[in-house]
């Protein structure tokens, strides 16, 4: 293994589910178990200059959970000096949630981490995942790389974890699932795309992350807590909800409403009261917005003034994923009420268009 292959990761998915009888094309689709098994239908395949992994157990992506993004982080970790990049066959269903995890765990990223997944399976005729797969591999295998004539040419480095879908590259936090069929199944409503594939792929260096300094070393950080819940609010939203849920034994530490526009909510009496019960009880909450585009600017109008006060959290532009997996990550990490608060405002991977913790509460 040299640095110059791409390394293929396995989790299951749609991409690369296979018939669950090799000899009825039509039976059950399950999940593959070898990359031999993926390209079956593709001899070319075999001969990529590719290394292959796969988690212990492949699953459908609605299984995904913080064991298996640490696994995929671990072979990141295990694999991160012997690969020029990676890419992740995933699900298309929580592939945000993953990559946006993957941002905040992946210390000091120095290279390209792409997830893709398909629409179709990849071993039938009008899948998607052929040319998602080959794009995202291409992507990695151009960097840097040494022109020797007019047909070669060479993209930057990108620094950062990635989805590429159809013809676009994404920054992984701000990806979503905006379509469950459609080919352009994914969009990045409040960052512009990385990059895009035609005839050649262009890569657009100013949108992308800064490198790393030489001296900061890559490295994961595992540590996350998934005592998170995230609601909408609604037109005759029942507070009770909230007192039920906070009222109980458990250990929810955080509360992350979608609510509407900038961030307006409800305002009457019931609602506020069982919001200041839930701060008070220690748990913080963050609000971002229903809306696929746009940020949350509480305060501007009456309806989002109350939340300001009572000490809600502004999500700014974070996507619903970004804003669950980044609040995993840093409740994790702290336990202080007011460093939380913080680090929720701070840009820890591209995930908020500024740092705006100076402007937040």
Known sequence: MTEEKVLIINTGGTISMVPSDKNDPESALRPSKSWSEVVKNYQFLENLNVGYAQIKDVIDSSDMNCEVWKEIAEIIDENYYKYKGFVILHGTDTMSYTAGMLSFMLKNLGKTVILTGAQRPIREVRSDGLQNLLTSIEIIERQNKISKGKSEYSLPLIPEVCVFFRDYLFRGNRSRKLNTSNY??????????????????????????????????????????????????????????????????????????????????????????????????????????????????????????????????????????????????????????????????????????????????
Request: charged share 25%; hydrophobic share 40%; aromatic share 10%.
């Open 184 to 361: 352009f199944g994914f969009s990045s409503p409040n960052y512009l795309f990385l990059g895009e594939a035609g005839s050649k792929i262009k890569v657009y260096e100013d949108r992308l992350l800064k490198l790393p300094e030489p001296e900061e070393k890559f490295y994961v950080d595992y540590e996350m807590d998934t005592n998170v819940v995230i609601l909408d609010v609604f037109p005759s939203f029942n507070p009770e909800i909230l007192m039920n849920i906070f009222s109980g034994k458990g250990n929810m530490k955080g509360l992350i409403l979608k609510t509407y526009g900038n961030g307006n909510a409800p305002q009457n009496k019931e609602f506020l009261k069982a919001l200041k019960f839930v701060i008070d009880s220690g748990v913080v909450v963050l609000n971002v917005t229903q809306c696929n585009e746009g940020s949350v600017e509480m305060g501007i109008y009456e309806a989002s003034s109350e939340l300001v006060k009572l000490g809600v959290v502004s999500g700014h532009d974070m996507t619903p994923e970004a804003a669950i997996t980044k609040f995993m990550h840093i409740l994790g990490k702290y336990s202080d009420i007011e460093i939380i608060k913080e680090k929720l405002n701070e840009n820890i991977a591209g995930e908020i268009s500024m740092n705006v913790w100076k402007n937040a509460l």
